[in-house]
């Protein structure tokens, strides 16, 4: 039970969690006929995955180098920042990060124009790690909840505006959610109010911002 909480607690990092959201977006058969909330299925491969590229290096692997240096430099004491104390300077870079990622969207689509979808993921970001960084002053509200909200909440507006997108992607995503924030609470990594807490914040920050842009 043990590896498996870990296992877990790796493969749905937070950091990984966005990622996935777009992956589903851009790869499962969906349709609608809300242009403004239009799946991109249809376009070409080519522009889902250099679309899909952005994301990924501003979600995942620039936050992540970031992470590995401010453990080489002995910042955080551990990769996974389990210390509340050593969880503003990364919360922060995250932070950062959404914001390049959002603004970087914004510059390259120009005149044209994304569905809203994935310029309000980005901003989700930007909106749970500024209000996680001043919850953290109190408790050590989980990250992995977190982002286990943040791909449910993105899922449920997704999900919602298309005509055709199988439910299971959202189930899929709730029940990985559950696995996660089960494996913190097994490994002892949080209490129960920070798993919870984190993990419906992230839920309604996220598709709030969703709805409201769209």
Same mark, same amino acid.
């Given at each position: 039970?043990?590896?498996?909480?870990?296992?877990?607690?790796?493969?749905?990092?937070?950091?990984?969690?966005?990622?996935?959201?777009?992956?589903?977006?851009?790869?499962?058969?969906?349709?609608?006929?809300?242009?403004?909330?239009?799946?991109?299925?249809?376009?070409?491969?080519?522009?889902?995955? *250099?679309?899909?590229?952005?994301?990924?290096?501003?979600?995942?692997? *620039?936050?992540?180098?970031?992470?590995?240096?401010?453990?080489?430099?002995?910042?955080?004491?551990?990769?996974?920042?389990?210390?509340?104390?050593?969880?503003?300077?990364?919360?922060?870079?995250?932070?950062?990060?959404?914001?390049?990622?959002?603004?970087?969207?914004?510059?390259?689509?120009?005149?044209?124009?994304?569905?809203?979808?994935?310029?309000?993921?980005?901003?989700?970001?930007?909106?749970?790690?500024?209000?996680?960084?001043?919850?953290?002053?109190?408790?050590?509200?989980?990250?992995?909840?977190?982002?286990?909200?943040?791909?449910?909440?993105?899922?449920?507006?997704?999900?919602?505006?298309?005509?055709?997108?199988?439910?299971?992607?959202?189930?899929?995503?709730?029940?990985?959610?559950?696995?996660?924030?089960?494996?913190?609470?097994?490994?002892?990594?949080?209490?129960?109010?920070?798993?919870?807490?984190?993990?419906?914040?992230?839920?309604?920050?996220? *598709?709030?911002?969703?709805?409201?842009?769209?």
């Amino acid at each position: 039970m043990k590896i498996l909480s870990h296992l877990f607690s790796w493969v749905f990092l937070p950091l990984f969690m966005p990622s996935y959201g777009i992956l589903i977006s851009l790869f499962v058969p969906a349709f609608s006929s809300n242009l403004e909330m239009t799946s991109l299925y249809f376009a070409p491969n080519e522009s889902k995955w *250099a679309l899909f590229t952005i994301f990924f290096l501003f979600s995942v692997v *620039a936050p992540g180098v970031s992470f590995i240096l401010l453990h080489r430099f002995k910042v955080i004491s551990t990769i996974d920042i389990e210390r509340q104390r050593e969880r503003s300077l990364p919360l922060i870079i995250m932070l950062v990060y959404s914001l390049v990622l959002f603004f970087l969207l914004v510059y390259k689509t120009g005149n044209s124009s994304l569905p809203r979808y994935f310029y309000a993921l980005p901003l989700s970001g930007v909106a749970v790690t500024s209000i996680f960084l001043v919850i953290n002053r109190w408790i050590k509200i989980s990250l992995h909840a977190a982002g286990a909200g943040i791909l449910v909440g993105f899922l449920a507006v997704f999900t919602r505006a298309q005509d055709q997108l199988s439910i299971w992607w959202l189930l899929s995503a709730l029940l990985a959610s559950g696995l996660t924030m089960g494996a913190r609470l097994y490994l002892r990594k949080h209490t129960a109010l920070e798993v919870y807490s984190g993990f419906l914040l992230a839920i309604f920050l996220t *598709a709030g911002i969703h709805q409201y842009l769209s």
